[in-house]
């Protein structure tokens, strides 16, 4: 049965709607995503510092973090209750052909990974370190156990029904997949600024630029994967897989360091 949302809200349609009026819309979804959030984290940082906890970002990055990917999650459904868009999710269990492209895109996003680490290598760019990063530093284990959780069910789900479900399905209805896909990558990774910036690094740095065109990249990967299948759940897995897999090699060379 299909489940793919398409309605308008009262008084407004895309006869009536325009791609300047689209671009305004998404930057200021982007923006929201980025910036408020980034305030919650520092607003959870004194709560935590009352109990006892300042200074323990291994405490920031889970319970800070977690409301943060929450906000975004509840500012992409406030969005779509005002303003309904096209959310393709016409199934939960991805069919064969659907599972294939799963296992193309984590190929792809790795065989890229490593293509942009040889980049880092040539330009002598030292690895940044981003939000969870920092906070594993002393709790390696705790924090990336639950991120890998976290990842799976909640930060994955959470960024694809955001970004390409909300805002690229925004776009697209008026400027089509491509410039789609192309804005929100872009936002997508400038949305990730905001973690390399709580973990210290400096933003400046190439190691940063290269980390946000590995984000980007893999924007780009999500976004047309997710337009080839109409299927919002492959690149929620995709995504989650990639983080999963991201965060347990993470652990695994914090525990052999």
């Known amino acids: ?51 006892g906890y300042g200074g323990d970002l291994a405490v920031t990055f889970i319970g800070g973090g977690l409301l943060a990917t929450v906000a975004v999650g509840l500012l992409g459904v406030a969005y779509h ?37 040889v ?11 981003n939000f969870s990063g920092a906070a594993a530093a002393e709790r390696p284990v705790l924090v990336y156990g639950l991120a890998i959780v976290g990842t799976l069910f909640i930060i994955g789900p959470i960024e ?27 936002g997508f990774a400038l ?14 740095s190439l190691g940063v630029l290269f980390a946000l065109l590995s984000i980007g990249v893999a924007s780009v990967i999500f976004g047309a994967i997710y337009e080839r299948t109409q299927n919002l759940v492959v690149v929620i897995v995709i995504h989650s897989l990639i983080n999963a897999i991201g965060f347990s090699l993470a652990l695994v060379a914090a525990l052999g360091a």
């Open 191 to 204: 949305g990730h600024v905001p973690s390399y910036w709580i973990g210290g690094s400096d933003l400046l």
């Open 160 to 186: 694809e029904y955001f970004y390409r479900g909300i805002v690229q399905g925004r776009l697209r209805e008026q400027m089509g997949p491509v410039p789609a896909i192309a804005i929100v990558s872009v």
């Open 1 to 51: 049965m299909s489940t793919t949302i398409h309605a308008q809200a009262d008084g407004e349609s895309p006869d009536t709607d325009s791609p300047r009026q689209a671009i305004l819309v998404a930057l200021g979804l982007l923006f929201a995503a980025a910036i408020p959030p980034l305030a919650i984290v520092e607003g959870f940082k004194l709560v935590q510092a009352q109990f």
């Open 119 to 129: 980049g880092m290598q040539v330009f002598n760019a030292a690895p940044p370190t």
């Open 81 to 117: 209750r005002v303003r309904p868009v096209t959310v393709h999710m016409p199934r939960w269990l991805p069919t064969v052909r659907e599972s294939g492209w799963i296992v193309a895109g984590i190929g792809i996003l790795v065989v890229t990974t490593i293509l942009i680490q």
